[in-house]
């Protein structure tokens, strides 16, 4: 189901600034017990990508009542788990690219079940490719989720022409991001590493919530500029997202990885 503006809605004007030119942000949010997991860093990330983008922050008592609606109306479904995502418009009009006289940005909200392959991948793992569509540099957005989206459109129309779920994806400075949907961990002996979203990437709020836990088991981890092929000698890897929460790696192309002891460790803690 779709929300407009805390309205229900299936349509936004052909003016609107996100539809024309990708002017806004987003996040997407697990949903259990008809509560949103993690909903403070969900927050802040929002409100650090209206800030980078320059849009008017929102209402947040507004806001967190536009959810509590979506959350009562997904608790009337079965589904014991499930998503919400929230995306945010600059709104609508102003002149070419020039976002003078647009001061009401455009808020959409919807609510899905959640996918039922996750927990295989959870239990069994996931089958990593190598997506050859390179991500750009710009350290002005890394690590913010703008509704940009077309290099991982193009990442996912290579991987759907081949056997991979996922594919890992590399910028143009030939640093491993992360994949096309979630953030990458990998652990060689007993440090752990992620790559630092400095230039490229999105950081994730289970990302923050892997990095925390880590912190809390006392284990080392160090933010990288990563070739793949420190990726690629590897002892356990493995990668989040929200939605997702924390799924093993078991193969990056012909290479199989075990399933080790620290992801299920986070597993245990992250996880449904």
């Known amino acids: 189901m779709y929300w407009v503006n805390g309205v229900p809605s299936t349509s936004v004007t052909l003016n609107d600034r996100s539809f024309q030119y990708g002017d806004g942000c987003f996040t997407t949010m697990r949903?259990?017990?008809?509560?949103?997991?993690?909903?403070?860093?969900?927050?802040a990330r929002m409100a650090a990508a209206l800030e980078c983008l320059k849009i008017a922050e929102p209402d947040w008592v507004t806001i967190e009542s536009w959810l509590a609606v979506v959350l009562e109306t997904m608790a009337q479904e079965t589904h014991a788990i499930g998503g919400i995502k929230w995306h945010v418009s600059r709104g609508q009009g102003g002149r070419g690219y020039s976002p003078a006289n647009v001061d009401t940005p455009c808020h959409t909200m919807s609510s899905f079940a959640y996918p039922s392959h996750y927990a295989t991948w959870q239990q069994d793992g996931i089958a990593l490719g190598v997506c050859q569509t390179p991500l750009s540099v710009n350290p002005y957005f890394a690590g913010h989720k703008h509704n940009n989206r077309l290099e991982q459109v193009l990442c996912k129309a290579e991987l759907e022409q081949g056997p991979f779920a996922d594919g890992i994806t590399i910028n143009v400075q030939n640093h491993v991001i992360e994949t096309t949907m979630a953030n990458l961990f990998w652990r060689v002996d007993d440090k752990v590493f992620t790559p630092a979203l400095t230039s490229s990437?999105?950081?994730?709020?289970?990302?923050?919530?892997?990095?925390?836990?880590?912190?809390?088991?006392?284990?080392?981890?160090?933010?990288?500029?990563?070739?793949?092929?420190q990726l690629l000698c590897s002892d356990e890897v493995w990668l989040c997202n929200s939605l997702l929460g924390v799924a093993p790696v078991s193969r990056i192309g012909e290479k199989a990885y075990p399933i080790g002891k620290l992801t299920r460790t986070l597993q245990g803690i992250l996880n449904p």
């Open 201 to 229: 990437g999105v950081a994730g709020v289970m990302r923050r919530c892997v990095m925390d836990a880590l912190v809390a088991l006392g284990q080392p981890m160090v933010e990288v500029y990563a070739p793949l092929s």
């Open 31 to 43: 949903v259990r017990g008809a509560q949103i997991e993690h909903w403070p860093y969900h927050k």
